[in-house]
Every structure is written in structure tokens, then in C-alpha cells.
């Protein structure tokens, strides 16, 4: 089985920053991409951010320029770093793996972390 821990979430200031990461272990063949997604309270869940294995990023159009995803291979690791943030940016965020286990293609989630961005 494959796991995915969040860390880094919690309470700032509007303007301030969060980073978050999310470390992914078990057994998996290989990894497609790794990504942030969020979800406010009566709202439906988005992507946030995405990379991909060979480094390809892709952004909701409401962070660009605010938020940045890295990821460490070797440690099956992602990360999003916060900046600027805004009362909107508040929700619980999930870490999503989609990668292969053995023959077949699988989508992973973690358990979710709240950023409250709150004065």
C-alpha cells in the first residue's frame, strides 16, 4: 500500500507564507506525477498544482505567480511553497500521487491538511 503524509499547513496571516510537503512511501513502481489539490468549506476539490516526474509544472490560474511546486525524487517527496497568500487560499489541501503499482495506473490521496489564512 502507498501513503501519503502532508505537513506544514496551519494558521498565517494574509501576505505570509506556507510551505507544504507531502512524502509518499510504500510500494510503487513508479511515479506519473505528483500534485496539491484544495478544497473550501461548500466547494468543489481543485488542482491547485502539479509536477510531473521530468519536472513539468502546471497551476490553477488563481496561484500562478504566488505558488510554486518542487518535488524530490529520490525521497518520493513534493512540496508547495505559499507565498502572498490570501483569505481565498483557505482550505484543506490533499496531496494526490498518481503513479503505477505493479501493471496498473493508481491514484493516490493523503489525508489532507487545513492553511487557515486569517488577521
Known amino acids: 500500500q502507498v501513503q501519503l503524509v502532508e505537513s506544514g499547513g496551519g494558521l498565517v496571516q494574509p501576505g505570509g507564507s506556507l510551505r507544504l510537503s507531502c512524502a509518499a512511501s510504500?510500494?510503487?513502481?513508479?511515479?506519473?506525477?505528483m500534485g496539491w489539490y484544495r478544497q473550501a468549506p461548500g466547494k468543489q476539490r481543485e488542482l491547485v498544482a502539479a509536477?510531473?516526474?521530468?519536472?513539468?509544472?502546471n497551476y490553477a490560474d488563481s496561484v500562478k505567480g504566488r505558488f510554486t511546486i518542487s518535488r524530490e525524487n529520490a525521497k518520493n517527496t513534493v512540496y508547495l511553497q505559499m507565498n502572498s497568500l490570501k483569505p481565498e487560499d483557505t482550505a484543506v489541501y490533499y496531496c494526490n500521487l498518481d503513479g503505477v503499482r505493479g501493471y496498473y495506473g493508481m491514484v493516490y490521496w493523503g489525508k489532507g491538511t487545513l492553511v487557515t489564512v486569517s488577521s
Open positions: 510504500g510500494s510503487i513502481t513508479s511515479i506519473n506525477a
Open positions: 509536477i510531473t516526474s521530468a519536472g513539468r509544472t
